[in-house]
């Protein structure tokens, strides 16, 4: 199958980093007016919403302590009226991160914890698939992606699911890793969700949810920020999710991930997120006020985990590190900061440059596209004197040629259904119980001439199954965003023992491979 964009494909692929801690804000200075912010920005987005079908936009940039744009472009719903403005709701998704992170930090701060101590001190019974490394885990190695464990891994049966925090924090010594404990880098959001059940045990029941809301909403005067995705769909002014992954651009389902909170379920507007650029860049203070020891916030920027040494190939940037829910990153001779986050419908990045005192954040409602990526790019660009390259016309061509090569392969799987080849057992003999360690059970049941997938701890997601040849049937999920692909019957002799089932790399990269019961 061809390639996806995946929740982090742009920055773990293109972007570089900077080793060592960030170093105490700059004076602002006085700055020349910048061309591409007020004499092209607007047509630059309106042409990207064009280019990459993005319903809308919302874009802040902070710079020397002030607001220099907030702003929405294009609609909210398509086939509405209803403009995107800076106050517009978008699921910013995995820039939840930081918010963990930084709680973390205060907390160690407040002499609540050592981000340092063993993770078990806190979470009872903490295992991970190594035994050696279940005894050396600590509360900072929760946030460093390092687990030896791939990307995305265990998120297909984590994502819009009905288990707990709890349970997905009890199901990470599940997660085989294949590569070495503090050594190998793999996004794992499971780490971030058992980070943030830290914080009640550290506080004596204080949530997650609750901690942020007192501790950073609050304080930062961010009222139209929410720490969980419930609701959403409900709130005035929101921006709906669109994806034309698999096919024309269409509406999504709401994504409900809640369970998974601390890792990335909240949603926000820019006119929120400007306040806390501004927190950010000006050292733990906003409008003046002490709100977080710029001590403890330089925490999160400290590298965790090295991602990549190597000099990218597209961008002005040599070193990619991770911190406590942020990344690191060289940028023309500057030190970046930034994180993108993805949920259904919604990308989003959000960015800050403290040695230039520059904020950016950008919420879109397509999540097959590079434009917030690319948007981004341009804008440090324009800020730090790098020569101008159209980065949205560089990144255009690959995601067409992806696009299409996605939708040849559900083409190809549709002439592979029509030619209705016989099966090679009954229908009947498909079905039954079948089960994954780290999945649970699921439920393969007939449906007139299909097959119907239930899984019992995703209880609004089916796939219809449509035989195609050999053991092999096309799964079209309920939720689009899952995907269409294979599903593979393992057969021994007569008897089905096992399938083999994919979603979305956006995602999971990887297959399940479920036995029966």
């Not at 709680?103 to 001190?121: P, Q």
């Not at 909170?261 to 906003?286: A, I």
């Not at 097959?368 to 990144?395: G, H, K, W």
Request: charged residues 20%.
């Amino acid at each position: 199958m061809p390639s996806f964009l995946s929740r982090i494909s742009v920055f773990s692929a293109l972007a570089g980093g900077l080793l060592g801690a960030a170093s105490q804000p700059v004076a602002a200075q006085p700055t020349a007016p910048n061309r591409f912010m007020t004499d092209s920005l607007d047509r630059y987005i309106e042409r990207g919403l064009r280019q990459w079908q993005i319903p809308g936009l919302a874009i802040v940039v902070v710079k020397n302590g002030k607001v220099v744009v907030s702003k929405g472009y294009g609609v909210r719903a398509l086939g509405r009226p209803e403009p995107v403005d800076a106050n517009t709701l978008f699921m910013i998704a995995s820039n939840t991160k930081l918010f963990t992170g930084t709680a973390l930090a205060k907390l160690e701060d407040d002499k609540k914890l050592s981000l340092n101590d063993r993770a078990d001190k806190y979470l009872p019974g903490f295992r991970l698939y190594d035994s050696l490394a279940s005894q050396l885990v600590t509360v900072r190695d929760l946030m460093g992606h390092h687990f030896g464990t791939k990307t995305f891994q265990g998120d297909f049966t984590f994502w819009d699911s009905n288990l707990s925090r709890a349970d997905v924090v009890q199901r990470m010594r599940l997660l085989k890793p294949g590569g070495q404990f503090r050594k190998d880098y793999g996004y794992c959001n499971a780490g971030f969700v058992a980070a943030g059940l830290v914080i009640p045990a550290a506080t004596g029941g204080t949530s997650w949810d609750d901690y942020v809301q007192q501790n950073f909403l609050l304080p930062l005067g961010m009222s139209n920020t929410y720490t969980g995705t419930t609701g959403y769909g409900q709130r005035p002014n929101i921006a709906l999710p669109y994806s034309n992954t698999f096919g024309p651009l269409a509406l999504m389902p709401f994504d409900n991930i809640d369970n998974i909170g601390p890792c990335g379920s909240m949603v926000s507007s820019v006119n929120d997120l400007s306040k806390w650029l501004q927190f950010q860049l000006d050292s733990g203070r906003y409008e003046g006020k002490r709100v977080m020891n710029w001590a403890a916030l330089r925490k999160t920027r400290d590298p965790n985990t090295l991602i990549s040494t190597r000099k990218s190939a597209l961008l002005p940037s040599h070193f990619t590190t991770y911190g406590l829910g942020v990344l690191s990153a060289d940028y023309a001779g500057s030190q970046v900061f930034w994180h993108t986050g993805g949920a259904t419908g919604h990308v989003s990045n959000v960015c800050f440059v403290p040695e230039e005192q520059l904020g950016i954040a950008i919420l879109t409602n397509n999540d097959n596209q590079s434009f917030f990526e690319a948007l981004r790019y341009q804008i440090l660009d324009s800020y730090l004197n790098v020569p101008y390259t159209n980065r949205s016309a560089a990144y255009l061509p690959a995601a067409r040629t992806g696009d299409q090569e996605t939708y040849a392969a559900v083409a190809q799987l549709q002439s592979r259904v029509a030619k209705k080849a016989k099966l090679p057992l009954a229908l009947e003999a498909y079905t039954g119980q079948f089960t994954h360690p780290l999945f649970g059970p699921i439920t393969v049941s007939k449906k007139s001439k299909q097959l119907l997938v239930s899984f019992p701890n995703h209880p609004n997601l089916t796939a219809t199954l449509d035989y195609m040849d050999g053991q092999e049937f096309r799964a079209t999920y309920s939720n689009p965003t899952y995907g269409i692909f294979p599903a593979i019957f393992k057969v021994e002799g007569k008897k089905v023992a096992g399938l083999e089932m994919r979603i979305n790399p956006f995602i999971e990269y990887d297959s399940y491979q479920f036995s029966r019961l």
